[in-house]
């Protein structure tokens, strides 16, 4: 991976896993035609897509999602009752070593970790 590319893709997830995403899923898609549905959007307008491709599993437009400020965990709600809750991001373990990855993160979300 080249620096810019690091770079963009650092500040993607650490941008991400700041951001608060919460509401009701309207529609799920691919980029291309040929693959299973790899994105959502909520009624917030948001496209979401998550890297870990289990969340694509239980997904199902109607769903409600919470995903909180400062948190890789989703939560997916179907028929106002707990679904499933895992991470979201997969958190390279390079990101985690990088001195700008934030300190009280540091533990957090191991099983997220894509190891070196």
């Known amino acids: 991976m080249n620096k810019l590319s690091y770079e963009k893709s650092f500040e993607r997830l650490i941008r991400n896993i700041k951001v608060e995403q919460k509401g009701k ?3 799920v898609f691919a980029p291309r035609k040929e693959m ?50 895992t991470w979201i991001y997969k958190i390279p ?14 533990d957090k979300w191991l099983d997220a970790t894509i190891k070196k």
């Open 25 to 27: 899923v309207v529609g």
């Open 36 to 85: 299973k549905p790899t994105h959502f959007y909520i009624t917030t307008g948001d496209t979401i897509v998550p890297s870990n491709s289990e969340v694509m599993l239980y997904i199902k437009i109607g769903d409600s999602i919470e995903k909180n400020k400062l948190d890789n965990n989703i939560s997916i709600f179907r028929n106002d009752s707990l679904l499933k809750k």
């Open 93 to 106: 373990q390079k990101y985690r070593e990088d001195t700008r990855f934030p300190k009280e993160w540091k």
